[in-house]
């Protein structure tokens, strides 16, 4: 037969697969939907968990442990063998130029006190050991539920406050270790 001969046979029924190939279509229409919400599940999960008390508490005590760490190094810049406030370290380059006291620690109000008191007259022996920091983080009045407050010192230890521990809020040095 030609190609432009008729047959006496009907003309093939094409819904069925139209229906398969439709289906077909819906089913990968339905890939990025699945694959949208399980990215976002995967986001929640990781947003919550950065959150969490735990979290939060982690970084805290790796941000003061690194506060420790500036003010040992900004102590052996200088002829004074001082410790710096957060301005001056900040000054002498070892924070961010957009970096605040009051956001250097996600969750916390940060209390940064430094003494340094410089020889008393006449004494002739090294007076490092006069010069004191302290940098305490004390929780957010927002964020405050279930987060503890930590405190770091020239000591270079990392302390958690812990009131049924006996822990006294003005003797920093006494309190327990943080983890």
């Known amino acids: 037969m030609g190609e432009?001969?008729?047959t006496d046979q009907p003309p093939a029924d094409?819904?069925?697969?139209?229906?398969?190939?439709?289906?077909?279509?819906?089913?990968?229409s339905a890939v990025p939907f699945v694959i949208a919400v399980i990215a976002a599940t995967v986001v929640c999960c990781i947003v919550t968990q950065s959150m969490s008390p735990t979290s939060v508490e982690r970084r805290a005590v790796l941000r003061l442990?690194?506060?420790?760490?500036?003010?040992?190094?900004?102590?052996?810049?200088?002829?004074?063998k001082s410790y710096g406030s957060f301005e001056v370290l900040k000054a002498a380059g070892y924070f961010r130029e957009d970096e605040t006291l009051d956001a250097i620690?996600?969750?916390?109000?940060v209390d940064w006190s430094v003494f340094n008191p410089g020889p008393p007259p006449g004494l002739l022996c090294d007076w490092i050991l006069i010069n004191?920091?302290?940098?305490?983080?004390?929780?957010?009045?927002?964020?405050?539920?279930?987060?503890?407050?930590?405190?770091?010192?020239?000591d270079q230890?990392?302390?958690?406050?812990?009131p049924v521990g006996g822990n006294?809020?003005?003797a920093?040095?006494?309190?327990d270790r943080a983890p």
């Open 4 to 6: 432009n001969e008729k």
């Open 14 to 28: 094409d819904s069925k697969g139209e229906q398969e190939t439709s289906r077909g279509r819906s089913e990968i």
């Open 65 to 80: 442990r690194a506060i420790g760490r500036c003010q040992l190094a900004y102590q052996g810049t200088n002829n004074n």
């Open 105 to 109: 620690i996600g969750g916390y109000t």
């Open 132 to 154: 004191h920091f302290t940098v305490v983080a004390y929780p957010r009045a927002e964020r405050s539920l279930g987060l503890r407050t930590f405190a770091i010192t020239e």
């Open 157 to 162: 230890v990392v302390r958690v406050y812990n």
């Open 168 to 170: 006294k809020p003005d």
């Open 172 to 175: 920093v040095n006494g309190w």
